[in-house]
């Protein structure tokens, strides 16, 4: 019967077992999950690149809070309510 290796594999929310035998779809799947496992340690060193950048960050300063808390100019109605910027002038023969 020759060498098999039994996957689990996530189907519809669902574990599902795959046997497959030494060929394309296991080398496919090696492949896959070795990429899968490179992605995961990348994302990995990225988390703690950030967590070194927020580290170094300096705190705000008191200013800075302060300004933050202050109101945003309020924009016109016409923008909040989402109506066109631009207007409709009617050409005409000027009888």
């Known amino acids: ?29 090696r492949r896959e999950v070795a990429a899968y496992q490179r992605f995961r340690q990348t994302c ?26 202050l109101k945003k100019k309020e924009r016109s109605k016409r923008f909040q309510l989402g109506q066109p910027t631009y207007s409709v002038k009617r050409v005409g023969s000027g009888k």
């Open 1 to 29: 019967m020759g060498l098999a290796a039994a996957a689990l594999l996530r189907v519809g929310g669902k574990t599902q077992t795959v046997n497959l035998r030494e060929g394309r779809r296991l080398q496919k799947l």
């Open 44 to 69: 990995a060193q990225l988390i703690e690149v950030n967590e070194a950048l927020c580290a170094l960050r300096p705190e705000p300063d008191a200013d800075d809070v302060a300004r933050s808390g």
